[in-house]
């Protein structure tokens, strides 16, 4: 089955009982569509970003919070299906190394590597352009949302703060790659949508 209609269907199964988190990722995987259309060359590539978007936050899903950090929970299980690629990129998306460390998992996490890579920035870019419904935001709009739901001192917000430089360091090299491409109507859509630059 192609990689990223699997990616769908596992995703929207295993949040089936969660339509807001489930609306979410369906917007992350059409934001990461859209935008590896334009950034990525590579079919396969394009392929790898969408899926891991559709399962970015599978962690979430009960059958499979375990540790209750939902980067590693979600990857674990991804390891467990032998989707390794699959499995790092959805620990780091976000601030997953950060969360995961102040949640007491560092250990569990460190057979996730980091990949550096554009297709690991574009998923970091599309989760937090991303609102809990699905409603497109602003990185500081969506900073503002996740700190008014879970308030100052909870361990997602010093988790995101922590890693704070990697989620504005993916922002800015994505931005980039946006601004240098020729404007046409599909990506101004793109840009207008993912209009605001990190600072
Ligand atoms: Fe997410």
Same mark, same amino acid.
């Given at each position: 089955m192609d990689r990223r209609l699997w990616a769908e269907n596992y995703a929207s199964s295993l949040l089936a009982d969660n339509p807001r988190r489930l609306a979410h990722?369906?917007?992350?995987?059409?934001?990461?569509?859209?935008l590896a259309d334009v950034l990525l060359d590579d %079919?396969?590539?394009?392929?790898?970003?969408?899926?891991?978007?559709?399962l970015h936050d599978i962690g979430?899903?009960?059958v499979l919070a375990t540790t209750g950090a939902h980067h590693l929970d979600g990857a674990i299980h991804l390891e467990e299906l032998g989707e390794h690629r699959l499995a790092c990129l959805v620990a780091h998306h976000g601030s997953g190394a950060a969360e995961t460390a102040l949640r007491g998992f560092a250990d569990e996490f460190a057979q996730f590597p980091r990949e550096l890579s554009l297709?690991?920035?574009?998923?970091?870019?599309? !989760?937090l352009s991303c609102g %809990?419904?699905?409603t497109r935001l602003t990185l500081d709009e969506r900073l503002r949302e996740i700190r008014a739901r879970y308030g100052d001192d909870h361990v997602v917000v010093r988790?995101?703060?922590? !890693?704070?430089d990697v989620i504005r360091g993916a922002f800015r090299r994505v931005d980039l790659?946006?601004?240098n491409l020729k404007p046409d109507a599909t990506i101004q859509?793109?840009?207008?949508?993912?209009r605001d630059s990190p600072k």
């Amino acid at each position: 089955m192609d990689r990223r209609l699997w990616a769908e269907n596992y995703a929207s199964s295993l949040l089936a009982d969660n339509p807001r988190r489930l609306a979410h990722s369906r917007a992350v995987a059409t934001t990461a569509s859209e935008l590896a259309d334009v950034l990525l060359d590579d %079919p396969d590539e394009r392929s790898v970003l969408v899926a891991a978007a559709w399962l970015h936050d599978i962690g979430y899903a009960p059958v499979l919070a375990t540790t209750g950090a939902h980067h590693l929970d979600g990857a674990i299980h991804l390891e467990e299906l032998g989707e390794h690629r699959l499995a790092c990129l959805v620990a780091h998306h976000g601030s997953g190394a950060a969360e995961t460390a102040l949640r007491g998992f560092a250990d569990e996490f460190a057979q996730f590597p980091r990949e550096l890579s554009l297709v690991a920035d574009i998923l970091t870019y599309c !989760d937090l352009s991303c609102g %809990p419904d699905g409603t497109r935001l602003t990185l500081d709009e969506r900073l503002r949302e996740i700190r008014a739901r879970y308030g100052d001192d909870h361990v997602v917000v010093r988790g995101l703060e922590a !890693d704070g430089d990697v989620i504005r360091g993916a922002f800015r090299r994505v931005d980039l790659r946006l601004a240098n491409l020729k404007p046409d109507a599909t990506i101004q859509a793109i840009t207008g949508s993912g209009r605001d630059s990190p600072k």
